[in-house]
Nanobody, 117 residues
Framework: QVELVESGGGLVQAGGSLRLTCTDS????????MGWFRQAPGKERMLVAR????????GYSDSVKGRFTISKDKTKNTVYLQMNSLKPEDTAVYYC??????????WGQGTQVTVSS
């Protein structure tokens, strides 16, 4: 059973940094992509960053490009999101996701990121 465990959210001032961690503790065989979405109050969930598991390919939303960096450790079945130069508009619940080679997408429980101005 896939279980994604997230950590690293919190409260930070504008301009600060946070690093989110997501570990697949339920067995990582057959991962296609892992990454992060976020959802702010009253808004739709949107893709923030993704990492292809079998290559070095990554992707970012325009709103975070140049400030956020996604990375992975395949030996630990873990993906990270380094968030720098945080802005109040980055405030949201951040959700890790895992797209397997076969089967449905799995989601983490979400971690709150709050950026104060």
């Amino acid at each position: 059973q896939v279980e994604l465990v997230e950590s690293g959210g919190g409260l930070v001032q504008a301009g600060g940094s946070l690093r989110l961690t997501c570990t697949d503790s339920g067995g990582a065989g057959g991962i296609n992509t892992m990454g992060w979405f976020r959802q702010a109050p009253g808004k739709e969930r949107m893709l923030v960053a993704r990492a292809e598991w079998s290559s070095s390919s990554t992707g970012y939303s325009d709103s975070v490009k140049g400030r956020f960096t996604i990375s992975k450790d395949k030996t630990k079945n873990t993906v990270y999101l380094q968030m720098n130069s945080l802005k109040p508009e980055d405030t949201a619940v951040y959700y890790c996701y895992r797209d397997p080679q076969i089967g449905p997408r799995a989601w983490g429980q979400g971690t709150q990121v709050t950026v104060s101005s």
